[in-house]
């Protein structure tokens, strides 16, 4: 991904870093103009522009894994992960309500975890979010899920599993 290349060579240019932010807020869109020429973006690319925005706004790549991994780990950061108790924390509300978005939600909703992805020092994939993104339906809900509740052994499975090996190794 050329224009994803440009950018992280250019991390510390904050006049570009700026432009591109405005392609974030509808109405300042036409100041991220030159920006998007200049990364060779089209500005009716609408996948694009949006993650060249995140970007510019959270700089961190984190190569490797979707955005319900980067939900998952956002969890996790702030100490939200494997409750106890069967009360959603609030990334986990947040992520289901993201999951629900139709086309024109998603992006909001992207951005304000991305927002927390960064107050959190969490990396996101951008070249797998526009992709994510540009393929948006169930299929990518689908793989978000997966990626933030990954498949687990129940409790009660793991303690039978422990408690068999523990009567093979014993004399």
């Known amino acids: 991904m050329k224009w994803l290349e440009m950018l992280q060579a250019r991390k510390d240019d ?4 700026a432009q591109l932010r405005c392609s974030l807020v509808e109405s300042k869109r ?3 103009y030159p920006a ?6 089209a500005l009716d690319d609408k996948e694009k522009v949006f993650v060249a925005g995140v970007y510019a706004t959270h700089p961190l790549h984190a190569a490797g894994g979707d955005f ?3 939900c998952r780990k956002l969890e996790m950061a702030q100490g939200d992960g494997n409750a106890q108790d069967d009360k959603m924390s609030g990334i ?9 978005a139709e086309r024109s939600e998603i992006y909001s909703r992207v951005l304000r975890l991305a927002l927390y992805a960064k107050a959190n020092g969490v990396g996101i994939d951008y070249e797998k979010l526009e ?5 948006w339906g169930d299929k990518t809900r689908q793989q978000w899920a997966l990626s933030f509740w990954p498949a687990s052994t129940p409790a009660s499975e793991e303690a039978d599993s422990k408690e068999h090996v523990d009567n093979l190794e014993a004399p």
């Open 68 to 70: 319900g991994e980067t």
């Open 14 to 17: 904050r006049g570009l870093f």
């Open 30 to 32: 036409s100041r991220a």
């Open 92 to 100: 986990e509300k947040r992520f289901v309500h993201l999951l629900s």
């Open 36 to 41: 998007l020429a200049r990364l060779g973006i």
């Open 131 to 135: 992709s994510d993104l540009r393929y």
